[in-house]
C-alpha cells in the first residue's frame, strides 16, 4: 500500500474513531444526567410525601390529644359542675323563697359556667384552631392547660418581631411543642417549663426547659426503640428542614431546641 | 446484483417495521416514515442495478437521494424540536440546502459526481440538529425514560451515521482515486447504516409501544 493511501485511511480511520467516540460521549452523558435528575426527582417527590404523611400524622394525633382532653373536661369539670346545678335545682323547696332565691342564683352561675367552659372545649375540636390562631397562641393555651394542673410552673417568652410561617410547619412545631410537654408531664418530675421563642430573622428558635431530673441520652444512639417520641420529633423536624437537638443533665433539667430555617415559603397558605 | 449487501436487508426491515407500525405513526412527526423508507430501498435497489446490472455511473441517483434524505431528517428536526429559534434554523436548512446542491452540481462538482461538499455541509447540519435536540433533552428532564423516547433513538442513528460520514465527505477528494480508502469508507459506511437503521427500528417499536400504552 502507498505511503500517501495509508496516511489518509490512518486520518480516515482516526477521524471517524474520534467523532463517533464524541458521539457515544455525548449520548452517554446525556444518559447519566437525566437518569441523575430523575432519582434527584424521585428524591425530591418521596420527601415531600413522607412529608405530607407526617404531617397527616400530626393532625389525627392533635385530633386524638383534643378528644382526650375533651372527654377528660366533660367529665372532671364540665359534668361536675351540671351534676351540682341539677342537684341545686332539684333540692330547690318553693316553700322557703329565701334560700330559693339563693340556689336559682347559684344554679345560673354554674350554668352559666358551664357554658363558659363549653365554648372553651368547642375551639379545641378541630385542628385548624391551632393555625387559626398562630403558633404563639397555641403554645401559650397549652401551657394554659399545664398551669391549671397546679403542678407546675409554666413561663412562655416569646423575642423578636413575630412573623407568621406556613400552617404545616406551624402544626408541626406546635405536635413538638405537645410531645415534649407530654414527656416532661409524664418523666421529667420538674416543677419549671419554660419555653422561649426567638423570631429572627433568618431562622425561628423555639426551645423548652425543664428543671426536673433529666436524663441520660446515650442508649438514643445505641437502642433503636429506646426515645421512639424523641426519634419522632427529631424525623418532623428533619421533614421540614429543621435542626433539632436535645440535651439533658442528670438532676439539672432538659432542654428541647428547634431551629427552623425561615425560607421563602414561610408564608402562611 | 445478488447477493445483496447487509445493510439493504437492514433499510428494508426498517420499511417493513414502519409499514407495520404505521397505525402509531399516523398523526404523529413520523407519519412520513414509511414513504421515506419505501424510497430509500428504492435508489439503493436502483442504484446497485445501475451499478453492477447496467454498469452505468449511479452517482446521480445518490445525489438525489442524499438531497431528500437530508431535507426530510431537517423536516422530522423541525417537527420535534421546542425552541422556535432551533425550529426556524431547520426550517431555513429546508428551503436553501436544494439551492446549495443544486450551485454545487451546476458550478462545482458536476451533475453526474457526488456531491461531496454539499453532503459535508448537509452532515454537520444534520449533526448541528441533532445536538441541539439532545441538548433540550437535557434541559427538558420531565419526559418519560430516555430510551422510551422514539426521536432519541432516531437522533442517535442520525447523529452517529452522519459523525462517521463526516470525516470521508472532508476527505473525498482524496479518497476518490484510492481504492483501499474507498473499501475502508464503504465498510464504515455500511456499519453506520446499520446502526442508522437499526435505530429506526427501535425507534418505531417505542413508538408503538407509547401509542399503545397511552391508549389503555
Known amino acids: ?269 | 446484483m445478488f447477493p445483496l449487501p447487509i445493510y439493504i436487508y437492514f433499510e428494508l426491515g426498517a420499511f417493513i417495521v414502519s409499514a407495520l407500525t404505521w397505525r402509531s405513526l399516523k398523526g404523529t412527526a413520523f407519519r412520513l416514515f414509511p414513504f421515506f423508507l419505501f424510497f430509500i430501498v428504492a435508489v439503493e435497489l436502483v442504484g446497485l442495478y445501475t451499478a453492477k446490472v447496467l454498469q452505468y455511473r449511479n452517482g446521480w441517483i445518490y445525489n438525489i437521494s442524499t438531497t431528500i434524505e437530508f431535507i426530510y431528517y431537517a423536516y422530522l428536526f423541525s417537527l420535534t424540536l421546542r425552541t422556535p429559534a432551533f425550529q426556524k434554523l431547520a426550517r431555513w436548512f429546508i428551503a436553501s440546502y436544494p439551492v446549495l446542491v443544486f450551485l454545487n452540481l451546476f458550478l462545482i462538482q458536476g451533475f453526474l459526481n457526488f456531491h461531496s461538499y454539499t453532503v459535508a455541509l448537509g452532515n454537520m447540519f444534520m449533526v448541528l440538529l441533532c445536538c441541539l435536540f439532545f441538548y433540550e433533552l437535557l434541559l427538558n428532564p420531565l419526559e418519560g425514560e430516555l430510551r422510551k423516547v422514539p426521536m432519541f433513538w432516531i437522533g442517535t442513528g442520525i447523529l452517529f451515521f452522519h459523525l462517521g460520514d463526516l470525516s470521508f465527505d472532508l476527505l473525498f477528494n482524496l479518497l476518490k482515486n484510492d481504492a483501499t480508502g474507498k473499501e475502508f469508507f464503504t465498510s464504515i459506511n455500511n456499519n453506520l447504516i446499520l446502526i442508522l437503521y437499526s435505530c429506526f427500528i427501535i425507534a418505531f417499536i417505542c413508538q408503538r409501544s407509547l401509542v399503545k400504552s397511552l391508549s389503555h
Open chain 1, 1 to 269: 500500500m502507498p505511503k500517501e493511501s495509508r496516511e489518509i485511511i490512518i486520518t480516515l480511520i482516526a477521524g471517524t474513531s474520534t467523532l463517533l467516540l464524541l458521539g457515544a460521549l455525548m449520548i452517554s452523558f446525556l444518559f447519566l444526567y437525566r437518569n441523575r435528575h430523575r432519582k434527584l426527582l424521585r428524591e425530591r417527590e418521596q420527601l415531600r410525601l413522607s412529608y405530607e404523611r407526617e404531617l397527616l400524622k400530626s393532625q389525627l394525633e392533635i385530633q386524638e390529644q383534643t378528644f382526650r382532653h375533651i372527654s377528660q373536661e366533660i367529665h372532671d369539670n364540665i359534668g361536675q359542675v351540671l351534676s351540682l346545678a341539677k342537684l341545686n335545682l332539684s333540692t330547690m323547696d318553693t316553700a322557703q323563697p329565701t334560700n330559693l332565691d339563693q340556689k336559682i342564683s347559684d344554679s345560673k352561675k354554674l350554668v352559666a359556667q358551664a357554658i363558659y367552659d363549653l365554648r372553651n372545649l368547642s375551639h379545641g375540636l378541630s385542628t385548624d384552631y391551632i393555625t387559626d390562631m398562630g403558633l404563639d397562641r397555641a403554645i401559650e393555651h397549652e401551657l394554659e392547660m399545664v398551669r391549671k394542673s397546679g403542678d407546675y410552673q409554666a413561663e412562655f417568652e416569646t423575642e423578636g418581631k413575630r412573623y407568621p410561617l406556613d400552617k404545616q410547619r406551624e402544626l408541626i412545631i406546635y405536635r413538638i411543642v405537645q410531645e415534649t410537654l407530654n414527656n416532661i408531664i409524664k418523666h421529667a418530675a420538674s416543677q419549671k417549663i419554660i419555653i422561649h421563642l426567638h423570631y429572627k430573622a433568618e431562622e425561628l428558635t423555639l426551645s423548652i426547659t425543664d428543671n426536673g431530673k433529666g436524663f441520660d441520652l446515650t442508649p438514643l444512639n445505641h437502642d433503636t426503640s429506646f426515645g421512639l417520641g424523641i426519634r419522632n420529633m427529631h424525623n418532623r423536624a428533619r421533614l421540614m428542614g429543621a435542626g433539632f437537638q436535645i440535651s439533658s443533665t442528670l438532676d439539672e433539667g432538659t432542654s428541647v431546641v428547634l431551629n427552623v430555617p425561615v425560607g421563602t415559603a414561610n408564608t402562611r397558605t
